[in-house]
């Protein structure tokens, strides 16, 4: 079992940054891939980046790339999202999910663990 607790989200500004990071225990943390997903209200969860398990491959989605870095310390067991030139329209509840599988995928069924998410509001 793998228990996941995000961190970092808050209020900020349009143009502004904020780094989310989500802390991982119960398992070896270099065997998991992780990821981050985002919910905002009346929307379906959506896919927002991933690592695998060395850091050494990321993945993100195209309305994030540029702009977003996810990042991992498998010595402290944590993963990060650093969020730069945030929008209004990234405001959701961000979760950090954990993965089994060796390949980074944008599919939540992917994803065996969850945390329970972060609220990040970004004010235009």
């Known amino acids: 079992q793998v228990q996941l607790v995000e961190s970092g989200g808050g209020l900020v500004q349009a143009g502004g940054s904020l780094r989310l990071s989500c802390a991982a225990s119960?398992?070896?943390?270099?065997?998991?891939?992780m990821g981050w997903f985002r919910q905002a209200p009346g929307e379906e969860r959506t896919f927002v980046a991933g690592?695998?398990?060395?850091?050494?491959?990321?993945k993100y989605a195209d309305s994030v790339k540029g702009r977003f870095t996810i990042s991992r310390d498998n010595a402290k067991n944590t993963v990060h999202l650093q969020m730069n030139s945030l929008k209004a329209e990234d405001t959701a509840v961000y979760s950090c999910?954990?993965?089994?599988?060796?390949?980074?995928?944008?599919?939540?069924?992917?994803?065996?663990?969850w945390g329970q998410g972060t609220q990040l509001t970004v004010s235009s």
């Open positions: 999910a954990a993965s089994s599988l060796m390949t980074v995928l944008s599919t939540g069924g992917a994803y065996s663990y």
């Open positions: 119960g398992r070896t943390f270099s065997t998991l891939t």
């Open positions: 690592i695998n398990r060395s850091g050494g491959i990321a």
